[in-house]
């Protein structure tokens, strides 16, 4: 297989709309320069977000903040060049430990993972793609619809080769190489504060660090994509989630060429492969091409 063969698909499962935009959307635009397919799923509508952007913060987009969420998504996958589908659940929310509420039926995370992993295979059967990303078994963060994710794409990889499950959303597909993305990592963000303290710019990501989640250790990092070029077309498809993100804010706060220059890969860790390959990678599809 060439670099432009249109056979090679790879599909991204993600919890709600923006998470392609903030996790390996600068891989996505690299793969969609060399002609790969590339699919989005989104697992939620994000319909139980909060809005982020103080300029956003009005009444009237409160009222309409699921339509809202779904332009939103449609700008993004408009500028990385893919395609999307929803799995249709809704955003579970971020529980509150000092007010814990029950989760709404149509929540993702109060989903029976069989059912839900079936949705997740009629697509992948359609699609066909070689290769799968999604999140690690914390879902990268702690939110339930992040660790639901991560569940269900596994259960929905596994069920979309067995012929016995799922007959009825079609044939049989075998994915080839299933991912985790390592993006958020406590590395990166290490490397990247101490660059910008160099230049006397501030240490942006102490308060990141801080988080519980970032300070546990992470398996290596398996896969390092060169797509430092492509991270001006993620940050336009972040802003394109203009209720999600600040553009003042922490996003963009490292200058492009600090990125480039300390960081210019996004990583991922290899779950598993049914094609021989060699760790370190440099490609999704090794071993495929």
Same mark, same amino acid.
Request: proline share 9%; charged share 20%.
């Given at each position: 297989?060439?670099?432009?063969?249109?056979? !090679?698909?790879?599909?991204?499962?993600?919890?709600?709309?923006?998470?392609?935009?903030?996790?390996?959307?600068?891989?996505?635009? $690299?793969?969609?320069?060399?002609?790969?397919?590339? #699919?989005?799923?989104?697992?939620?509508?994000? &319909?139980?977000?909060?809005?982020?952007?103080?300029?956003?913060?009005?009444?009237?987009?409160?009222?309409?903040?699921?339509?809202?969420?779904?332009? &939103?998504?449609?700008?993004?996958?408009?500028?990385?060049?893919?395609?999307?589908?929803?799995?249709?659940?809704?955003?579970?929310?971020?529980?509150?430990?000092?007010?814990?509420? *029950?989760?709404?039926?149509?929540?993702?995370?109060?989903?029976?993972?069989?059912?839900?992993?079936?949705?997740?295979?009629?697509? !992948?059967?359609?699609?066909?793609?070689?290769?799968?990303?999604?999140?690690?078994?914390?879902?990268? $963060?702690?939110?339930?619809?992040?660790?639901?994710?991560?569940?269900?794409?596994?259960?929905?990889?596994?069920?979309?080769?067995?012929?016995? !499950?799922?007959?009825?959303?079609?044939?049989?597909?075998?994915?080839?190489? !299933?991912?985790?993305?390592?993006?958020?990592?406590?590395?990166?963000?290490?490397?990247?504060?101490?660059?910008?303290?160099?230049?006397?710019?501030?240490?942006? $990501?102490?308060?990141?660090?801080?988080?519980?989640?970032?300070?546990?250790? #992470?398996?290596?990092?398996?896969?390092?994509?060169?797509?430092?070029?492509?991270?001006?077309?993620?940050?336009?498809?972040?802003?394109?989630?203009?209720?999600?993100?600040? *553009?003042?804010?922490?996003?963009?706060?490292?200058?492009?060429?600090?990125?480039?220059?300390?960081?210019?890969?996004?990583?991922?860790?290899?779950?598993?492969?049914?094609?021989?390959?060699?760790? *370190?990678?440099?490609?999704?599809?090794?071993?495929?091409?």
């Amino acid at each position: 297989m060439t670099s432009t063969d249109p056979e !090679l698909r790879l599909l991204h499962v993600h919890a709600h709309p923006d998470d392609e935009s903030s996790k390996g959307a600068a891989t996505t635009a $690299y793969y969609v320069a060399q002609g790969v397919r590339v #699919m989005v799923v989104s697992c939620t509508g994000g &319909e139980r977000g909060d809005i982020l952007n103080a300029a956003m913060d009005t009444p009237g987009n409160w009222a309409r903040l699921p339509e809202l969420r779904k332009e &939103e998504m449609a700008r993004a996958a408009s500028i990385l060049g893919i395609e999307h589908v929803w799995l249709g659940y809704e955003d579970s929310g971020f529980p509150d430990p000092d007010n814990p509420q *029950p989760m709404a039926p149509g929540a993702f995370a109060a989903q029976d993972v069989d059912v839900a992993a079936g949705r997740l295979v009629k697509i !992948l059967r359609e699609f066909k793609p070689q290769v799968v990303t999604t999140y690690n078994e914390q879902g990268g $963060y702690p939110h339930p619809d992040h660790v639901m994710t991560h569940t269900v794409s596994v259960a929905a990889v596994d069920a979309a080769a067995d012929p016995t !499950l799922w007959p009825e959303h079609g044939a049989p597909w075998q994915v080839s190489k !299933l991912y985790y993305d390592q993006g958020m990592s406590r590395d990166r963000f290490t490397a990247l504060n101490e660059a910008m303290d160099a230049r006397g710019l501030g240490r942006p $990501y102490d308060e990141r660090l801080s988080w519980p989640h970032l300070r546990e250790p #992470m398996p290596p990092a398996t896969t390092f994509i060169p797509c430092g070029e492509f991270f001006e077309v993620r940050d336009r498809a972040l802003m394109a989630h203009a209720t999600q993100v600040d *553009p003042t804010g922490s996003w963009f706060t490292v200058p492009l060429d600090i990125q480039q220059a300390v960081w210019p890969t996004e990583d991922f860790r290899l779950a598993w492969s049914k094609v021989p390959t060699v760790i *370190p990678e440099t490609d999704l599809f090794a071993g495929l091409r």
